[in-house]
């Protein structure tokens, strides 16, 4: 295995076994490149806060201690919700991100906060059953000060400027919350999952979200406000006209490709929607006046996004969100629009797929991103303490096999 440079501090040993699955004693030495001493030390921590798990049947074979561990993803649990602007899907997940329990309700994001987030908790508490919480994700369609846990100027959630999500849910759980911008979730779910270091992801369903991570992390920007191209200028026709954007401006992106835009045009014609769920239906059942309008849409984006690729020379787009539904009819569009304006260099192993996630793909990185920062070097020691009185009593012979 090859070695990685890594401080001694135990969430780094810890976030080892989370990258590598189980690992023996050895292993760690030689992945960190630590002494025995120090491994031994660090494990028999790891495994007293029951954070990691012996493997492998060590302990009952003959009394032999066990060598071999793995992260204890059953710990304990996050809860994460992923709220879009027509409803949301929540899920008790594991430490590994896993969704173990999960729901879905229709909710409109214009009713506010307190009545949104009401329900979120109702969600909750339905589905945590006796779980042991350690925190709390919650992903919003909008942009985030990410620090304060705040939405801020969000185009399509009317009345949640600033309002404190972390505070709120807080109060009620005792435990940390992040607050994140859901394509910024989804984002690291894909590319944990996919063990890619750069990629975009782009959830398409009302508004238009984007979120990008390269170089393993996501790139926020100074104020948390990179990559939002729904609000980037369109590139359009000579004699098209600037369509008012929900965010104030004119001519953005997403006055012409996201799904509160396609919904008008739609009505225009006269046909009959609500929202994106009654476009994806009309696209499957064949409609020729839908199906050209979301081709149109797919180029629009594919316009936006070439921009990116040329800039950031991603590996993955990955789409996500329910206009995703559409498929090739969406796809096609995004696709002949960065093959016609990017360099053959920048899109010679670029893949464009939807997500293979599904609709858990939000919950997922809620829960990995929460994850990664209740056992991060500054915090691990105050989630291990504030829950000191939870913690399994270690078996015996696992201690004693890392003396
Ligand atoms: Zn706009």
């Not at 508490?125 to 006796?130: K, M, N, Q, V």
């Not at 994140?180 to 508004?207: F, H, P, Q, W, Y």
């Not at 008012?244 to 929607?273: F, H, I, K, S």
């Not at 995703?324 to 629009?337: D, N, Q």
């Amino acid at each position: 295995m090859k070695t990685q440079v890594i401080s001694s501090h135990i969430s780094d040993v810890l976030a080892l076994f989370r990258e590598h699955g189980e690992l023996s004693r050895t292993d760690v030495i030689e992945i960190s490149g630590l002494s025995r001493s120090t491994v031994n030390q660090r494990l028999t921590s790891l495994h007293e806060a029951g954070l990691i798990t012996p493997v492998g049947g060590g302990e009952s074979t003959g009394g032999r201690p066990s060598s071999r561990f793995a992260f204890a993803l059953d710990r304990a649990v996050i809860l994460a919700a992923d709220i879009g602007a027509s409803g949301f899907t929540v899920a008790v997940c594991d430490l590994a991100g896993t969704p173990l329990r999960e729901a879905n309700r229709t909710v409109n994001v214009w009713e506010g906060p307190e009545r949104v987030l009401q329900d979120v908790v109702d969600c909750f508490e339905e589905l945590r059953g006796t779980a042991i919480v350690w925190g709390v994700g919650v992903g919003v369609p909008g942009p985030v000060e990410f620090k304060a846990g705040r939405v801020v100027n969000p185009p399509i959630m009317t009345g949640w400027d600033r309002f404190d999500i972390a505070g709120w849910f807080g109060s009620r759980y005792r435990v940390p919350v992040v607050v994140e911008n859901d394509a910024n979730a989804r984002a690291v779910a894909e590319a944990r999952l996919s063990g890619s270091d750069n990629l975009i992801s782009l959830k398409l369903g009302t508004g238009i979200g984007s979120g990008l991570f390269f170089n393993g992390q996501i790139v926020r920007g100074n104020d948390g406000a990179a990559g939002d191209i729904g609000h980037t200028r369109a590139v359009l026709g000579d004699e098209a006209s600037l369509l008012p954007c929900q965010c104030g401006n004119v001519g953005c992106v997403e006055a012409y490709a996201g799904g509160w835009a396609l919904t008008r045009d739609l009505l225009a014609l006269d046909m009959e929607v609500a929202g994106v769920a009654d476009i994806v239906r009309l696209v499957r059942q064949g409609n020729i006046d839908a199906s050209r309008l979301v081709r149109q849409a797919g180029r629009v984006l594919g316009d936006a996004v070439a921009d990116l690729v040329s800039i950031l020379n991603p590996a993955q787009i990955v789409i996500s969100g329910q206009l995703a539904e559409c498929e090739e009819v969406l796809l096609s569009g995004i696709r002949e629009r960065i093959y016609q304006r990017t360099s053959p260099l920048a899109t010679r192993n670029l893949r464009l797929h939807t997500s293979d996630l599904g609709e858990f793909v939000g919950v997922t990185g809620l829960a990995l991103i929460t994850v990664d920062r209740i056992l991060d070097t500054d915090s691990i020691d105050a989630t291990l303490s504030s829950h000191a009185g939870d913690v399994p009593s270690p078996g015996a012979a696992a201690v004693a096999g890392l003396g």
